[in-house]
């Protein structure tokens, strides 16, 4: 059937088109810049799609159009019958050329075909895309923030920024919050305390500035501050770039209680009082709790005229260390399924 098709005019028809297309980019850009690969790889899309619909070939087709255009450009890479299927559905993601060359365009084709790959809904495709712009994140870190569902966190916390921050900045600075926060590069047992998750962030340092997302520079971790003749440390401090204040998050491997947001709310006055400088905007405090309830947080935030939010975290669990010795391990488990396979 493919061969038959090959031998029609329409296809043929096709194969040149889709031919100049590709000598045209490569005049134009050598296929250097990003967009106009991308650009080139929706148009070919594009016209798969529109042949296959009108013409209603199968998916062979794009098999031996992949070895036509194979040989036709030996040294081009791109041209296999896989990332032609994915132009395909690249292009039948995003019919409107418009946001192809505005949006979609200024990332990557690897970063395009993992999006089409692992998220579904146009929305949360586009939200991902523009995160990727503004954000710079590498195919990996994209990936990751995908599996993590960062989309449906994101902007998720409890917080009271509408009624203590201006609105462009409270806008921005719920947006940058998330619930809940995933901190599955720590393992941590059920009975490990706050400075062990101080420490294991510490030490996943790289990570956590990921997870906290753009704009968070680090200052330092139990930051002293002097108050009435008696000495407080702060568990985390940050700056944040972009809002230009200072950011305390306070670790809590508890529930949430009323009382941490008191504690925050005087963390954040000393903070503005002894460390803001006068061109900063009002500091904001952040409570990393293992879970909370909604209720008491929307309360204990009510009246208070400080900045601040409430998340939970995610870790993974690790096993006791007197349990640890009575399972088996990696290599026992092997070898038992090498004797069930041998019997």
């Not at 994140?137 to 920024?161: D, H, P």
């Not at 926060?181 to 030490?203: H, M």
């Not at 007197?322 to 019997?343: F, K």
Request: proline share 4%.
């Amino acid at each position: 059937m493919a061969d038959l098709i090959a031998n029609s005019h329409s296809y043929r028809d096709l194969l040149a088109r889709l031919k100049s297309q590709i000598r045209t980019a490569q005049v134009r850009a050598a296929l250097a810049v990003n967009q106009q690969l991308v650009m080139l790889y929706w148009g070919i899309g594009r016209e798969i799609l529109e042949r296959q619909q009108s013409e209603g070939w199968g998916s062979k087709v794009v098999e031996r159009l992949a070895q036509d255009l194979r040989a036709e450009f030996p040294d081009m890479g791109g041209l296999s019958r896989t990332n032609l299927l994915y132009m395909r559905a690249f292009a039948e993601a995003w019919p409107d050329e418009v946001i192809v060359q505005q949006l979609v365009g200024q990332i990557p084709w690897g970063h395009n075909v993992r999006v089409i790959d692992l998220v579904k809904d146009r929305e949360e495709r586009l939200w991902y895309i523009r995160a990727a712009i503004e954000q710079g994140w590498s195919r990996n870190v994209l990936v990751m923030q995908i599996e993590s569902g960062l989309y449906r966190r994101q902007g998720k916390a409890i917080t009271n920024f509408s009624a203590t921050l201006p609105a462009p900045q409270s806008d921005l600075a719920r947006q940058l919050i998330k619930d809940p926060y995933n901190f599955d590069f720590l393992t941590l047992t059920s009975a490990a305390q706050e400075r062990d998750l101080e420490r294991g962030l510490l030490v996943h340092l790289r990570q956590f500035l990921v997870e906290l997302g753009t704009g968070f520079a680090f200052v330092g971790s139990q930051v002293p501050l002097e108050v009435g003749g008696e000495e407080f440390k702060l568990d985390l401090l940050f700056y944040h770039l972009k809002l230009r204040c200072f950011c305390v998050i306070d670790l809590k491997m508890k529930p949430f209680k009323p009382e941490y947001a008191g504690k925050m709310n005087f963390y954040l006055a000393a903070v503005d009082d002894l460390l803001r400088h006068p061109q900063d905007q009002p500091s904001i405090g952040l409570i990393l709790c293992r879970t909370k309830n909604r209720i008491i947080a929307e309360y204990a935030l009510r009246n208070l005229s400080t900045p601040m939010g409430i998340s939970e975290f995610r870790h993974l669990e690790q096993l006791p260390e007197q349990l640890q010795g009575t399972l088996p391990t990696i290599e026992e488990i092997e070898a038992e399924l090498g004797r069930v396979e041998i019997s």
